[in-house]
């Protein structure tokens, strides 16, 4: 299950979108972002969902990926469906034994909910899918920088965020291991009672975090012996640079926040 979690990997393939800019990738996000959660229709589901597959075709990333994204959050998924279902109370009433009732309305949310989680997984992580560490953490850095003139630390905040996002898939393959040595030693991690799963999670935690703070250790000096010392006075290998190809995709993604909020004011 470990190694269908996709989170922080990046595909080096041709595409149209991996030649955007990061900097307007980013805002292309928030702006998806943005449409989704101010959709409270299913005609605006239906424009994010246009939008996500034509995201999807121009990255070129197999479908199959971010089929991988979901597999580890249908548990969320369906937890988020049974709360909807069980707490939403309006509509007319379709199910009831006791205290439970089932409506209408919890149905309708909660389907509206998961197609809404849905697309903002498969939308978002095409961010990372098509975006190296390296030029992701030079445009959030960039899209910070007018805070500088506070004194916020961008650099060294943009460079925290490009390390996490980058260990991610380090730290899940590092427990895949651990889980598959318990295993072999008669560890017993998928049955049981859910307090002795818990348990079991224990001989995982304890070597996982022994393990990422070796890590950290090792990359720290790693840049000391590189003489790293932030951001000031250092010089990039690529400079970011705007084409048309990255103000056209900012105007489509404009016109469907303008169509979602169109929808909706329509439709209320």
């Known amino acids: 299950m470990l190694k269908d979690i996709t989170l922080g ?50 990255s070129r990333v197999p479908l199959k990926m971010s089929w991988k994204s979901m597999k580890p959050l249908l548990p969320v998924l369906v937890f988020t469906a049974v709360l909807n279902l069980v707490f939403i109370d309006s509509g007319e009433v379709l199910w009831e034994w006791r205290f439970l009732k089932i409506t209408q309305g919890g149905v309708n949310t909660s389907i509206f909910m998961i197609c809404r989680i849905i697309l903002l997984i498969v939308g978002s992580s095409l961010l990372t899918y098509t975006t190296s560490p390296i030029l992701l953490t030079d445009a959030i850095e960039s899209l910070m920088s007018p805070l500088k ?14 390390i996490a996002l980058r260990f991610i898939p380090t730290l899940l393959e590092e427990t895949d291991k651990i889980m598959s040595a318990q295993k072999a030693r008669g560890a017993t991690l998928d049955s049981g009672k859910m307090m002795e799963r818990v348990k079991a999670m224990i001989p995982i935690l304890i070597p996982l975090f022994v ?16 003489c790293y010392r932030g951001g000031e006075g250092r010089t990039r290998l690529r400079q970011l640079k705007a084409a048309g190809r990255d103000y056209i995709g900012l105007v489509i993604c404009l016109l469907f926040l303008a169509l979602t909020v169109t929808l909706n004011i329509i439709l209320s």
């Open 9 to 58: 990997q990046y595909f080096p393939i041709d595409s149209v979108l991996h030649r955007c800019d990061p900097r307007f990738k980013i805002i292309y996000t928030l702006i998806f972002i943005v449409m989704l959660f101010s959709g409270t229709h299913y005609w605006t589901l239906l424009i994010g969902a246009v939008f996500v597959i034509m995201a999807q075709l121009l």
């Open 149 to 162: 003139k506070i004194n916020f630390p961008v650099h060294e905040m943009a460079m925290m965020m490009s």
């Open 211 to 226: 393990s990422a703070f070796r890590r950290a250790e090792e990359l720290a000096t790693a840049m000391e012996c590189r």
